[in-house]
């Protein structure tokens, strides 16, 4: 099947721009307080793992090659922090959960 024109013009800037990552046109970053407000979002009404717990998971993502920006998950595209603290969150990593 052949694109139409406006298809193919479409297309071709979508490829020539770059990733919001890559892009210093977005803010991508979460400040502290901000990311602190969504974990508190996210743990009203979910059941949260102890400190001791989730400084540990922390620990363990904040080595990990699949974090970006500090604060995002490249694996499953998630907010590492917010992931860390609810108690049924598992690991994304591939084929094993490094919090395991």
């Known amino acids: 099947m052949k694109s139409s024109g406006f298809e193919q013009q479409r297309l071709s800037?979508?490829?020539?721009?770059?990733?919001?990552?890559?892009n210093q046109q977005y803010d991508?970053?979460?400040?502290?307080?901000?990311?602190?407000?969504l974990v508190e979002i996210a743990a009203r009404s979910r059941a949260t793992v102890?400190?001791?717990?989730?400084?540990r998971r922390l620990a363990i993502c904040s080595a990990c090659p699949g974090l970006q920006y500090g604060t995002t998950c490249r694996h499953c595209g998630c907010l590492v922090p917010v992931r860390a603290k609810l108690a049924e969150s598992t690991c994304p990593y591939p084929y094993a959960s490094q919090w395991a």
């Open 28 to 37: 991508i970053h979460i400040s502290d307080a901000k990311m602190a407000r």
């Open 13 to 22: 800037v979508v490829r020539d721009e770059p990733c919001k990552g890559c």
């Open 50 to 55: 102890e400190d001791d717990e989730y400084e």
